[in-house]
Nanobody
């Protein structure tokens, strides 16, 4: 059974850090890309980062570059989030798609399987 399970969300003060995990099972992650997305209340889901297992490349939306780092260890993909801002508050989801991260990686409709999400709240 294919599963993506996010964890690691929580409440953090501005400037703080969190590490999100996307635990995968039921498929060979070596052949897939994993994307991290987020959705704030009343807003559309947006792509945050993508990791290509095939070539090890990582991609980021401009708003998180130099603050977020995506990585993989075995069957888990992590999103290390530093210098968090209030505008990073959202539900964060991971998703999988076969192959590398494509040019449209940050477009949710191109991703087939999603986790249930984990809430990240940045507030003082």
């Amino acid at each position: 059974q294919v599963q993506l399970v996010e964890s690691g969300g929580g409440l953090v003060q501005p400037g703080g850090s969190l590490r999100l995990s996307c635990a995968t099972s039921g498929f060979n992650l070596d052949h897939y890309a994993i994307g991290w997305f987020r959705q704030a209340p009343g807003q559309e889901r947006e792509g945050v980062s993508c990791f290509s297992s095939a070539d090890g490349n990582a991609y980021y939306v401009d708003s998180v570059k130099a603050r977020f780092t995506i990585s993989r260890a075995k069957s888990t993909v992590y999103l290390e989030m530093n210098s968090l801002k209030r505008e990073d508050t959202a539900v964060y989801y991971c998703a999988k798609e076969i192959g590398p991260c494509g040019d449209m990686w940050n477009t949710p409709i191109f991703w087939g399987t999603w986790g249930q999400g984990t809430q990240v709240t940045v507030s003082s």
